[in-house]
């Protein structure tokens, strides 16, 4: 059995410096998050373990230090933080940063909003909560519901498939061919990039296994943009999911992982996977290729 990993796959830029910047700041003084910093549950106990502790309102925190999570917040959450007093702290990733401008950017100029994305996610509520009126939409039904204005400006929560957000970007431009509709594409790059290995790897293998936590959204997306390549994908937190059976006849296992996963969590994830071939599939001879996509 062949196993490869996607080209692009695990942690970001963002949840790195994110995780660096708590690590940081423990070592001088006791520290909250307000949230979940990253959507990995391994990452957050080991935070934990450190003595950061996790609170998802402002009203619950106790301690003198505040930290913001890689997903942002809005004005109104941080007006929330700083009345406490608080000294806050933001780990929010600069390409969500992008996303908050070009968002508040568009109003100024006139434009109704549309995010596209998961209404519930922690993301989305930083992009919206500020703003007196917007829409979200992540299906044609959520399009179909949409009022009309004279401008639309559109942007993405950054961890959707940007080929979804071209799609619905295209069924607005239908459903309102009267309206200027303006478009600031905010999907960041590492999704992108993860998202075009993720389609590589599926067309190549028999079985895919993408690693990340239960409430990442982008894992989840990747799990899907997989699904519609490859008929065996399994979706796994830690390499203790693995199920042997998942493997039966499988002459290719593809990798790939969330951008909130880490390292650690990956290679166990292909050692685990390695072990079954070997003791189970008998076939010991598991070779590691690396696949290459353009750009």
């Not at 970001?12 to 909250?32: E, H, K, M, S, Y």
């Not at 199920?243 to 050692?271: K, Q, Y």
């Not at 079954?276 to 001879?285: C, E, G, M, Q």
Request: hydrophobic share 40%; charged share 25%; net charge neutral.
């Amino acid at each position: 059995m062949k196993i490869i990993r996607a080209e692009h796959l695990g942690m970001c830029f963002g949840v790195r410096d994110a995780i660096a910047l708590a690590l940081n700041q423990v070592q001088a003084q006791p520290l909250t998050i307000l949230g979940e910093l990253v959507h990995n549950e391994t990452v957050l106990a080991s935070l934990q373990e450190k003595g950061i502790r996790i609170e998802h309102q402002p009203a619950a925190v106790t301690t003198p230090t505040v930290m913001i999570t890689a997903h942002g917040a809005s004005e109104r959450m941080m007006k929330r933080v700083r009345e406490r007093g608080l000294n806050v702290v933001e780990a929010t990733c600069p390409l969500v940063h992008f996303a908050h401008r070009a968002v508040a950017k568009l109003v100024e100029e006139g434009y109704h909003p549309i995010i596209i994305g998961r209404r519930d996610h922690v993301e989305v509520r930083g992009l919206t909560e500020d703003l007196p009126e917007v829409d979200v939409v992540l299906c044609e039904t959520d399009v179909d519901a949409i009022r009309e204005h004279p401008r639309f400006g559109v942007a993405a929560q950054t961890t959707q498939p940007i080929e979804r957000v071209r799609h619905l970007v295209s069924l607005i431009r239908r459903r309102f061919p009267n309206s200027e509709i303006r478009f600031i594409d905010t999907v960041c790059q590492p999704t992108k990039q993860r998202q075009s290995a993720a389609i590589e790897l599926a067309r190549r293998s028999d079985v895919v296994i993408v690693v990340g936590g239960a409430q990442s959204n982008n894992t989840r997306e990747l799990v899907a943009t997989c699904a519609s390549h490859c008929g065996r994908v399994h979706h796994v937190q830690t390499a203790a999911d693995l199920r042997p059976e998942w493997f039966a006849g499988a002459e290719t296992v593809g990798i790939t992982a969330g951008t909130s996963t880490p390292d650690a969590a990956i290679d166990a994830v292909e050692r685990r996977v390695r072990q079954l071939d070997s003791v189970l599939i008998k076939t010991p001879n598991a070779r590691e290729e690396r696949l290459c996509t353009p750009g």
